[in-house]
């Protein structure tokens, strides 16, 4: 075809509508793919759509920490200047309390406080009752001191209309920074419970930030601003010099003392960032603490315990999976078609079976008053007294998953040892191998990519499994993804969840691309 | 080999030791429920040799042999041990016939050469053996549940009465609470409504991809088929977690649709596999030929490939339907209390121990399975038929 294109004496070649052969052949290529791509972009797009992206969005969540910023934004900037240095810090100024008033101020009317307490309680105890203790107690501190104060003053302070003028005229942000910005928290305040900002007693943290920037700025500052209320505001400048002030940090130390505990900031501070390694951090038994990165204390170190629980547990299934289903491939593919046909619906049958069905058969089969042991019993090679326990360990886990899994390592084993001429193996023994060396030497190796297909199967499917080792488990016998299913539904846990699945599911793909290379994907069979 | 004749079998110095063997395993056995282990051994010692020799010296005739045989210790555990006895007799009976005659006749030979040692046939019948065991393993446990679901009591194993073939031990009462329930009802209308709608998402989407799929010159052919395979790689709880975050963002999270939708991606693989399979097979010429007939790409698809293809479509459709009918994780965390499926009802009911209902639905399931087996084995003979049909 290019030849033809290219010879040079002929010129190029036209198709029947005059265009040249190679342009319009071009295009039919294109159209072709794009007919392809318009046949799968439908499903492509919902997979994506209703698989991937909650993949993706559980890899986000597990690095994803925007809680601490989004709930306490002033505290976090004003900690930029203080360094936990290792524990030795004093507590930080007095800039810092503030900012920490006014965000949770904010944070305790819409009940952001809990949450970000139940947040840093994963990584310091006491964290949330930390926080609920002062969301209760912010209201009730003696910063109303300032209110009356500048009430006493001048009576228009009390008036929430001046507030607003005072508070939209513009240029205030720059007289006024730190009130400005509480009164945004305010402005949100109001307007979520559906009030009107000009009826609106504004309350003692305001009052609180108008006193800390009128004793900051300078008086001339002061005395630029031109806007409304601007005399109440140099007469105010005037008086707070005289004011009675209030430490915030006492206050906060008053509601608990370890508002004063350099640890609490150091924690607030590590989590500061919108993204954090933390929840990864945790997933093996590693934290994140103000000092740097730390083991996890001896009596929390679970996940690496449950790693190597399930991949142990994982390699045993595995082991069983070839040391059974070995001789049923080979004496399947070693039968005569139809007797292996025959035998091959008594693989599948637990194939297509309920996985349920199959668990729950195992717990009639293994609890202590079930099938077994009563035969055990019945036999008399059992006491009725110290009935065996089967069930509720690793063993039970073992046990059921070998047999959930075992189609999944024959088949493949199966298609493979299906391949295998007999007439190697009977070359060899006409050669004078015995038995054995003729198994060994001759037929196991061409075996080996079965057992290598069958393994990496029943590897993979085994690490993820939750139903079984659930049910037949006990505490013994649960895997990582047992805790990963605790963390989402009872300890609400998200973040870590999402960080033991994306740990997991890195190692699962890390295998089916190991998979891929010996087996290729393509060749998934379905029996 | 039949033309050789057998190798005779020694009675006295091979199969009398051999059957006196299995009688006193049997006779231990029957023994040691009875409290006496050593007397029953020598018994059953004494009844394997006796019962090995009359039969390899009297009764020539296999068949009348095993039935007699099967017949009187049927009787014999009858006078033992009453209606459950029989049943014992019965096995006993007819192992006993069975392997006197399996060993007499030199029948045990039949699948080794000639020319196999006697370590050899001895390593290849125990191979046999192991491989029976093994099987028994797989399908054991599913039969066991069966019986049970009869049960008249709310126990999980079989009770004396059971054993002894009472009538009054079996009843269909958990079958009737099943039907009766109106939390397994609910769980059952919950599956009938999710699964089809699942599957028929899964199915029509998925065979419009799979035919694109199959055209050549697919640009990305592999990052696109690893997207579509991925939820079958992706452990199951991974997908849940994911599912549940990214649900309730978007408020799917415990509603119909979710549930779903996230069956329906679980399903997809299914059908992407074993659709493309059947096109692998798939003669172009043929929708070529329609094309030029006249034939519009609708109604080629309809008229041509549809029909061919069907077989594998149906049974990709099996797959989806029976991954969503059986799948528990996922609905456990994406849908709410209102789209209890029965996996999850089983699964409840599994961790609390309610009531052996759960192995009534059980059994059903498992018939159902041997159904939805045999239509796509049938489906898949169909297939391979329509494929060797078409020429190229």
Redesign the interface.
Known sequence: MTEATNSPSAGPMLSADGTPLKKSLQIA?RR??L??????A???L???I?????????LF?SVENEIVSETVPRTVIALNDWDYDGGNAAAPSEDVYAALYVDLSEAKEFKTHTRLGSRLNYETTGMSSLLRKTGRGIGRMDTNGYTKQFKTLDPKWADPAVWVAIMESPGVADVLPETASAWKSWQRIVVTKNDVLAEEQPEDFIYTMLYRDLIKQPATAITSYTGPGSDMLTKADGAVDGFESVSLQAQFVGIDKNWGNAEIWGTIKAFSSPYSAGYFLSSVDLQLTPAGVEKQPANQQIYMLLFGRTMFMSMVIMGSCIL?GY??AY?LSNLPLRTSNL?L??????F??????????????L?Q???IN?ILV????VGNGDRLVMINNQFGTIVAMT?IL??FMILPLYSVMKTIPLTYVRAAKSLGAT?WTTFWRVYFPQSVPGIGAGSILVF??S?????TP??VGGTTGTFI?NR??YH??SSLN?GL??AL?TI??AV??LL?WVYDRIVG??N?S?G | MRKFKKPAVDLIRFVLPIMALAGAGFGF?VG??N?L?LAGTAIGAVCGVALAWVLATYVPSKRTGIAAATVLFAIVGLLLAGTGGVVGGLVVGFVLGWMTYWLSTGSYRASTPIYATPG?VL?HNT??F??GA??F???A??L??MP?SFNAEN????TPAMLSFDPSGYSLKHYRDFFTNPDWQQALKNSVRIAPAATL?SVS??T??A???S?????FRRA????????????????????????S?IGLQGTYIGVV??H??LG?P?VI??VTATLVGFDKSLTRAAANMGANPVTTFFKVQMPLILPGVISGGL?AF?TS??E??VV??VGSAGQKTL?WQ??TG??EQISPT??AV?TI??VI??L??TVVEVLRRRSERLRGMSPG
């Open positions: 290529l072709q793919k007919r392809a791509l318009a046949l799968i439908p499903l492509l919902f997979v994506l209703s698989f991937i992206a909650p993949i993706a969005d559980m969540r059974l001789p049923i004496l035998l619906i008594l693989v599948l049958l637990p297509w079976t309920s996985l349920l069905v199959r668990t729950s058969a195992w717990k009639v089969l609890q008053q079930g099938v009563d019945w036999l008399g090679l047999h075992l189609p038995d993979i499917l690490i993820g499994y939750y139903i659930e049910l993804s990963i299913a989402i539904s998200w969840a999402a699945g997991l599911l699962v793909l089916y994907i393509d998934v379905l | 056995l040691t429920t409290g282990p050899q390593w191979f046999k192991i491989c093994i099987f393993f797989l399908i446990p599913i066991t549940v049970l126990f999980f194993t079989f998402i989407l998925g419009l991809a035919i694109g799929l055209q050549p010159h697919v640009p696109i088929m690893a997207i579509l395979i991925s939820p079958m790689i992706v452990p199951l709880i991974i997908s849940a977690a994911g599912m549940y975050f990214f649900y963002r939708l996230a329906a991606a997809i299914f596999i074993t797959f029976i009918f059986d528990v994780v456990l965390f996996p089983m699964f599994l961790r759960i192995l059980a399931l498992v399975s041997i939805l087996l």
